[in-house]
């Protein structure tokens, strides 16, 4: 069994993010990143970042370290790099982290054990990490489908992060040249999420077409409809109605479709996740709902042709805590 884990095959160096929850603290979370690189023998070591689900301003940095298992790793927290926005009455929990991998989901599933330092005991990790999982060269000129690990997956044509082309774990395109892309993961996204770069072999050359062809696009389907329709990426920052860079896309089209449909009148909905206080999570809502006009006004449209309402965390469509239930949904308001 132990000899499978080989570490061509099963390296756990690199980045992963995702979130702590369960550590008693009823609908609390704590964004995190863990970033891993190989040290002697098995050994792996790296350090771990940690937010304040409702308090991004709070934060702390941990140097980390471990020996692989039969089933992972275990981490242990060595020491506090960095901390912000501290308190006297606050205060980091400590202790080690026992991790199972999913090689297939590219999934660390962690159970720490805190030492009993006030309130410290336990918390569950749910990390995920961007690695290919198609194959890394394609033949030019053909139509190939690009596939990845990751939660929430944003695909990016330039590292600054101004060019989305496609969202999820796979993306349809025909490449004339070695292409690099860079890949974000908008599950529990914090301040220190980072951008992963996935380069892809091109081979051959690209048959010259009958007549200059246009640029690779993707064709999102259509997002207004009759029946409610969910805004295909996480629109907003945990705990906010900051709208996230990955989220524009999807009101960039909304706007175009508006604009083709000037009779059209729009409803727009938004939701929260389970965490916090359900009076908050429902003026949240209507703050969610009312940030997506205001950008749809910003882009040309009338405010009286949007109407806009919140229902808190009433109507989860996953089973909480799970970035997806940050949603709005728009329809046709007739």
């Given amino acids: 069994m132990l000899a499978s884990f080989t570490a061509s095959a099963q390296s756990l160096s690199g980045v992963w993010q995702g979130v702590e929850t369960d550590t008693g603290e009823p609908g609390a979370v704590w964004p995190a990143v863990l970033r891993l690189q190989k040290s002697s023998g098995t050994n792996l070591f790296g350090v771990l970042y940690q937010e304040v689900g409702d308090e991004a301003s709070r934060s702390v940095t941990f140097q980390v370290q471990g020996p692989r298992t039969a089933t992972g790793l275990r981490l242990d927290h060595v020491r506090k790099l960095s901390e912000t926005g501290s308190t006297l009455s606050t205060y980091w929990c400590e202790g080690s982290i026992t991790f199972t991998y999913d090689p297939k ?143 524009l896309p999807a009101l960039e089209q909304l706007a175009t479709e508006l604009k083709a449909r000037p009779d059209l009148r729009l409803r727009v909905a938004g939701h929260t996740d389970k965490i916090g206080e359900p009076q908050k999570n429902q003026v949240l809502s209507e703050q969610r709902a009312g940030a997506v006009k205001a950008y749809l006004v910003k882009a040309g449209i009338p405010a009286a042709r949007i109407s806009t309402t919140g229902y808190g965390d009433s109507r989860p469509l996953y089973p909480s805590p799970d970035a997806r239930n940050r949603r709005v949904e728009v329809s046709q308001d007739k």
Avoid: H, M
């Fill in 105 to 247: 989901l590219e999934k660390l599933t962690g159970r720490a054990t805190y030492r009993p330092v006030g309130t410290c005991g336990v918390g569950t990790f749910t990390l995920y990490r961007i690695r290919l999982k198609s194959a890394g060269t394609v033949a030019a000129g053909t139509e190939s489908t690009l596939r990845v690990s990751g939660r929430n997956v944003v695909w990016y044509a330039d590292a600054a992060l101004k060019q989305p082309v496609a969202t999820g774990n796979t993306y349809r395109t025909t490449l004339s040249k070695t292409t690099t892309f860079y890949l974000t993961q908008a599950y529990y996204p914090t301040r220190q999420s980072t951008a992963v770069p996935i380069t892809i072999q091109v081979t051959g050359a690209a048959p010259k077409p009958a007549a200059p062809a246009a640029p690779d696009t993707v064709r999102p389907a259509p997002l207004l409809a009759a029946t409610p329709v969910v805004l295909p990426t996480v629109l907003f920052r945990l705990g906010t109605a900051e709208l996230l860079p990955e989220g």
